[in-house]
C-alpha cells in the first residue's frame, strides 16, 4: 500500500477516493470519461446488477449513506456512537427507540450547522415542518392542550 504524506494527507473532510482523484487529475479525467462511454453504451448495465444483487445493493446504499450523513454534519463514528449513547440509543425527544424501518437522523441547526441530538423520523420531521419556530411548536402544544384527547 502506497503511504502519502502530501496536502491531502490529514484532510479528514475527503473521502479515500476523493484523495486520491486530487493526486492523480490525470487519470481521474481518463476514468470519469470511460464511465461516461460506458453508461452511454450500456444503459442497462447499472439497473441489471441491482436487480441480479438486490441485497448487495440494499446494503452498499445503507453504507455510504451512513458515512455520507456523518461526513455532513463533520461527526466521526465515534462522536456519533458517543452521542447515541449519551441518549441511552433513545430518540432525544420523544425518548422513544428507533423504528426498525427507518434511521436514526442527525439533528442540526440549519443556521450554524451544529448538531443538537439524534432523532427518530418522526420528531425529525416534526422539527422540519415546524421550519424549527419554537412559537408554532408552542402553539401546537397549546392546541393540543385546548382541544385535548378526544
Partial sequence: MVRYN???????????????????????????????????????????????????????????????RLRKYKLTQEEYDNLLTFQNKLCAICKKEKSHKHDWHIDHCHITGKVRGILCSRCNTLIGQSKESIATLNNAIEYLRVHGKE
Fill in 6 to 68: 502530501d496536502q491531502y494527507s490529514n484532510r479528514t473532510d475527503l473521502t479515500r477516493t476523493q484523495k486520491w482523484r486530487l493526486r492523480h487529475p490525470d487519470q481521474s479525467k481518463i476514468d470519469r470519461e470511460y464511465s461516461r462511454k460506458y453508461s452511454i453504451e450500456n444503459p442497462n448495465a447499472l439497473k441489471d446488477w441491482r436487480e441480479r444483487n438486490p441485497e448487495k445493493y440494499k446494503e452498499q446504499g445503507k453504507r455510504s449513506n451512513k458515512k455520507q
